[in-house]
């Protein structure tokens, strides 16, 4: 029985877009139960439809799943012992059982042309009919097969698909449901140009790949009867399948949709998983996001790292259910994720979103000691790695750009803010330069300026990072240094004498 081998699963992706969000679902479900038993994860690439083929998808669906820390046991990459693991790599062992079900009376060619299938299913929808292949091919006669074959009419294989009784099966979520065989129309199992449709190809595979529980999307449950019909026709061993729930949108209403939607609030909605990692999620943080789309770890738990939940996951647990996409929950998810990193490790994550939106080499923003510095101070405030640029990105500019407005302190004139930018500088220019030195004597200038620290810390914040709302002002300044907080400063007090003498 299937339930006393090792435990040998697989991810199956197709190269033809971006990895999403669903299949990186069913991908981390497959390697939580892999790791839960101890058995294997296999990485298999089915790329036998050629017309849909993108190359740059296999980079995107390796990079997602390394990003997630998805490690495969076997597969594409890695090698193994069931290779090759691209299915166009494999037709020789496809062609060799589909003739091995002609040869036993479990499938035919079918020489019908487009042209009339096509008429076929406009005469079916005229009359209301069931769609689908009339089996025609399946009832010719030796003849009339050799005849097609010798003017070279084109063929595809068809499975011949029991005419009577029922299939029964058992997905482990789900309640037996037999299917009528007659119902399920023969179909296509190797095609015309040579390469096998899923149905032949994914079952040869899980077969010689020694695969005994099979995680895929509940959009193929339909197909399961057929693929039981397949398996017995072969005589192999059933794996067991495990039908994972359907992803809504986040209103809970569609199927998340590959294409793009807007969502209530105006935003757009993250599909696929170079967009969430673009958008500065934390891998940590989608991990245990994705675990929570149709398995719950306990019902007071929703934060918990990947080695817990490998400890708890079980394929009983899921969820059969159709359940939303809670966007809501990832952003309190990342934020918590994102103030329990070490400040050195956030730090580096930080350095190729800052040094992409400032346009600077990743190196030269590793090397910036404003990037230590402001880190820390920052920490508490980022919902994500995306965030971080705008408050910080004063520190690594040689000319910040502001309108002189802001310099003028609520209460003050231009001559009032720049009398108190003069003494600030003054002060500053004496004072040991870090953060806990400053503080103290700047809120004593205040008090002998007549001023509210706010007002004064206000004028300086702005002068030093052209912001109103930035890291906490003497850290910003220590993260520019002394040189450069007292050229900006002094910057500020040329605009706001400028401004004066304007009137």
Request: negative net charge; glycine residues 8%; aromatic residues 8%.
């Amino acid at each position: 029985m299937t339930e006393d081998r090792p435990v040998r699963v697989r991810m199956a992706p197709s190269p033809t877009g971006s990895f999403h969000l669903g299949s990186a679902r069913t991908a981390l479900f497959n390697w939580l139960y892999a790791r839960h038993t101890g058995g294997k994860f296999l990485l298999r690439i089915e790329d036998t439809d050629q017309t849909r083929f993108v190359p740059e998808s296999l980079d995107d669906i390796m990079e997602s799943l390394r990003w997630l820390g998805l490690d495969w046991d076997e597969g594409v990459g890695v090698g193994g012992p069931h290779g090759p693991y691209f299915q166009s790599e494999r037709l020789a062992l496809y062609h060799e059982w589909a003739d091995w079900l002609i040869k036993n009376g479990h499938a035919y060619r079918c020489y019908c042309t487009e042209e009339r299938l096509a008429e076929l299913r406009k005469v079916q929808m005229e009359h209301k009919q069931p769609i689908g292949y009339d089996r025609h091919c399946r009832y010719l006669s030796q003849a009339e097969r050799a005849e097609r074959e010798a003017g070279g009419r084109p063929s595809v294989i068809r499975f011949a698909m029991p005419l009577e009784g029922e299939t029964g099966f058992v997905d482990l979520l789900r309640d037996a449901r037999p299917v009528e065989n007659r119902l399920i129309v023969d179909p296509v199992l190797l095609k015309s140009d040579g390469f096998p449709t899923y149905h032949l190809a994914n079952v040869i595979d899980d077969h010689f790949m020694e695969i005994t529980h099979i995680l895929r999307g509940d959009e193929w449950l339909n197909s399961l009867p057929l693929h039981v019909n397949l398996y017995h026709a072969f005589g192999w061993e059933i794996p067991v399948y495990v039908h994972l729930p359907l992803i809504l949108d986040p209103s809970g209403v569609g199927k998340l949709s590959k294409r793009k939607k807007k969502g209530d609030d105006g935003s757009e909605q993250l599909t696929y998983i170079w967009e969430y990692r673009k958008a500065g999620y934390l891998p940590e943080a989608m991990v245990n996001f994705l675990a929570l789309i149709g398995w719950s770890y306990s019902a007071e738990t929703d934060l918990f790292t990947r080695e817990q939940a490998i400890a708890k996951f079980e394929l009983r647990d899921i969820n059969p259910s159709a359940g939303a996409l809670p966007m809501s929950k990832l952003e309190w998810m990342n934020g918590i994720y994102m103030r329990t990193l070490a400040p050195a490790d956030l730090a580096e994550r930080l350095v190729p979103f800052v040094a992409e939106d400032l346009g600077l080499a990743p190196e030269t923003v590793r090397a910036h000691p404003a990037l230590a510095i402001l880190t820390p101070a920052i920490q508490e405030r980022l919902k994500t790695l995306a965030d971080a640029s705008e408050l910080i990105d004063f520190a690594f500019k040689d000319k910040i750009e502001y309108d002189p407005q802001m310099l003028i302190a609520k209460g003050l004139d231009a001559v009032g803010s720049r009398l108190a930018l003069e003494a600030a500088e003054r002060r500053l220019a004496e004072l040991p330069f870090s953060a806990e030195e400053m503080e103290q004597p700047m809120r004593d200038l205040a008090d002998e300026l007549r001023l509210k620290p706010g007002q004064l810390f206000g004028i300086l914040r702005v002068a030093t990072t052209g912001k109103n709302v930035a890291p906490p002002l003497f850290v910003s300044m220590l993260a520019l240094g002394r040189e450069a907080t007292l050229a900006r400063v002094r910057t500020a007090e040329g605009l706001l004498k400028g401004m004066a003498a304007q009137g």
